[in-house]
């Protein structure tokens, strides 16, 4: 079946299940809930959904620890709901993106028990599983994981461990053996059977491992790490997946590129290389903290954002295609960040703006829930509040560690995974009418005010303006297609660029600031027509507090 790059002209909105609403009345998000808001996703405009896992798991991780890649997570529903859910999304012209997560598996997965409970299984070598020093005593490297620790646990009081990049109930697979990726395929197969467009491939530059498993020098994060990120295998590995199963499917792939740079993203995504479709690059995350960790805070700086949106949107024009987000489940809310605020003067304009800074570049937009309406982060007071096994590991890391505690614990609250995961906020209603329970995680506290009711009500909302911006943006040849070009001015206040195609061209404005700023390019507008802003009125020479303008001209 030929692929014909659908994904191009998409807008994709990602639902975390767990958070999205509650049919069922036991407190946490589910399939049937889904359902009931296809009407609210279509008359959104999104026309793809990107769907976090509803796969069995005992949810160590929300999820991401999979137990059984066939089977719906009971708490979810079941594969009949699964399938209502998919049929309804298709009849609004709705494609479904799964999540795709073969790195690792719960240990719950039959095939690590098996692997645990004997040694001479096959599925032993599904695992990479290696031999402790000191007679088990010590692991067999010193490698650091992404929620901190060690990558190893040891099983019982044997010599043997097991990786885990993430936690101990998340075992890394060995991709080595070829029997287990012939079991990863059989899992995609039987998904794009079923249905479903395509996936999103959870950290899956960490597929291919270095077999040496040497220790490496010491490092504040992820010691070890270039043993297990873009590894040696890992183009030969996802060539295969394209080659023996997605070129059968009219499907796409996005991959979650941990800490990997614009030259190791073209090696994913060069149509040629047949790999994947895009991927997502975090760089963008990363410039309001230090080396890419998020607990070592710095001041947000607009410079460092543009820098950052022209290396990429340079780079890869046309080579490979670029993923564009602000917020997801493990990003904090973008409103309040990037140099904005979230206070009830400033939210809905900022919110907008931020919507616009995005939108115009070259690449498919993502949408996470409730970024559409505004939802704010929820400022948790203490880390009883939360429940994220990263944010748990890394507080115990900083209780154990005097050098650590003040790195970590300074900002953790703020930069929690937690705080993308309240559960979205449909109305005025207890618990925000996610759910007629006590919800898994507390609901944000502003949900009377900033919730889809109100935001619907409401011509002049941030839903309305984010349905302004999908609709410019659907099947725009300029945006679509077109050269990105920065312009030069604005420094750490406005963010301008330009997209060009033939004669065609759109101009974006996009003020970062909470005040007035001059703005001496607003004098070069002749011929200009203004499409979209989120300010009624319009001042020749300045900005008003976190403008945004959308200008299109014909040369």
Known sequence: MKQTNWYKNSVIYQIYPKSFCDKNGDGIGDIKGII???????????????????????????????????TIYAPYGTMDDFKEMLDGMHKRGIRLIMDLVVNHTSSEHNWFKEAIKNPNSKYRDYYIIKKGKNHGKKAPTNWSGFFGGSTWERIGDSEDYYLHLFAKGQPDLNWENPELREEIKDVLRFWLDMGVDGFRCDVITLISKTQTFKSSFPKIALTGSKNFINGPKLHQYLHELYKDVLSNYDCMTVGETVLSNIDQAILLVEPERQELSMVFNFDHTDTDNFMGIKYLYRKFKLKRLKKVFGHWQNGMHNIGWNSLFLENHDQRRCVGRFGTRDDTEFREVSSKMLGTMYFFLQGTPFIYEGQEIGMTNPHFKSIDETIDIEIRNMNNMAKKNIFLRPIIRTHMLDVTRDNARTPMQWDDSVNAGFSNVKPWLNVCSNYKTINTIEAIKDKSSVFYYYKSLIDLRLDNDVIRDGIY????????????????????????????????????????????????SNYNNHNTDKLYPYEARVYYKER
């Open 36 to 70: 009931s808001k296809l009407d609210y996703l279509q008359q959104l405009g999104v026309n793809c959904v990107w769907l976090s896992p509803v796969y069995d798991s005992p949810q160590e991780d929300n999820g991401y620890d999979i137990s059984n890649y066939k």
């Open 485 to 532: 070009e920065e312009i030069k001015v604005g420094g750490n206040s406005v963010y301008a660029y330009k997209r060009i195609l033939k004669n065609k061209e759109y101009l974006i404005i996009c003020s970062f600031k909470d005040r007035d700023v001059k703005f001496k390019y607003l004098n070069k507008l002749q011929g200009y027509n203004l499409v979209l």
